[in-house]
């Protein structure tokens, strides 16, 4: 994706500063030591380091992942704004859009007054210079790997002053994926090739260093497109040379249709296609590093292997 204060906030801080003056001894403790832990300076994905003074309280989220993180830490209500993308959990679909496919728009932006902005890795080079310039805290936090998503939990917990439960939602998901790489450790590997797109299109498939081709490996299956790095082209004559046992397919271009591949050339004379051996993959599960990549992982694992985890 690209997955890019007036009178009323013045009363408010009055009205919030007389509250807390009023207040007992112990609610002006625990007011204070929500902020005991700041300033943090937080170095993101892209290696940049981040200061954050206080405690977020106006947070916009730009990558879908990073929204169902918040949700999971308790932060739905802080969130001001997001994209298009960001559907779920269910409460999300009612929050302030402020980008889509195009990219975000930094007009809405400004008008949300997020003192915190979590980008996603698609934000384009313009877009993440202009909010600097605008003096917006921004913290990029999407993995590109499967390794990184706790270290990714991880990191949006400490800016948000929710380390514990970040380091609990850290921990359960590598508990489980964990799981399911001692279930496939020893396992024959199935050689397996996705499809983001074909003919007319293009054959674009995720090679080396993707975060499909993690999820594969770690499903027991092997890549047969490993040999090429990143998302790319890959010839219909290789497809065949490779033979794939499995075909995996993007809900996004087969749109529940398992037999698209029947009648394309090439595809149509692999193994995987003659056997009836092509899945759909759910897009948000199996391409989002957010907490429910464990189900996009058991989804290819069943696919991969049956036998194990079932149909």
Not at 210 to 221: E, R, W
């Amino acid at each position: 994706m690209k997955e890019k204060l007036k009178i009323g906030a013045i009363i408010a801080a009055i009205a919030m500063i007389v509250m807390i003056g009023c207040a007992p001894k112990d609610n002006a403790e625990a007011a204070k030591g929500s902020n005991a832990k700041y300033p943090v300076t937080i170095t993101d994905v892209f290696g940049s380091k981040v200061t954050i003074d206080k405690e977020p309280e106006r947070i916009v989220a730009l990558a879908p992942s990073t929204v169902e993180v918040l949700y999971e830490l308790g932060l739905g209500d802080k969130i001001v704004g997001l994209t298009e993308y960001c559907d779920y959990p269910s409460e999300a679909k009612s929050k302030p859009k402020l980008g889509d496919f195009n990219g975000v728009n930094i007009e809405k932006i400004i008008e949300a007054k997020p003192d915190l902005i979590f980008a996603g890795t698609g934000m384009s080079k313009q877009e993440f210079q202009k909010l600097n310039d605008l003096k917006f805290k921004v913290i990029v936090t999407e993995a590109e790997t499967v390794s990184q998503i706790p270290e990714t939990f991880m990191m949006i917990g400490k800016a948000v002053n929710k380390e514990d439960e970040a380091k609990s939602l850290a921990d359960k998901v590598t508990a489980k994926i964990n799981d399911i790489k001692a279930k496939t450790k020893d396992v024959e590997k199935v050689k397996t090739y996705y499809v983001l797109s074909y003919g007319k299109a293009g054959n674009w498939t995720a090679g080396k260093g993707t975060f499909i081709s993690d999820l594969i490996n770690i499903a027991g299956g092997e890549n047969v497109s490993d040999d090429i790095d990143g998302w790319k082209e890959y010839s219909l004559e290789k497809i065949v040379e490779k033979d794939p046992d499995l075909i995996l397919v993007s809900d996004m271009i087969a749109n529940g249709n398992k037999n698209l591949l029947d009648n394309e050339n090439g595809y149509k004379d692999t193994s995987a296609v003659k056997n009836k051996r092509v899945a759909i993959l759910d897009d948000d599960l199996t391409q989002r590093p957010g907490p429910r990549i464990v189900e996009g992982i058991e989804l290819i694992a069943k696919a991969i292997h049956p036998e194990i985890f079932g149909k």
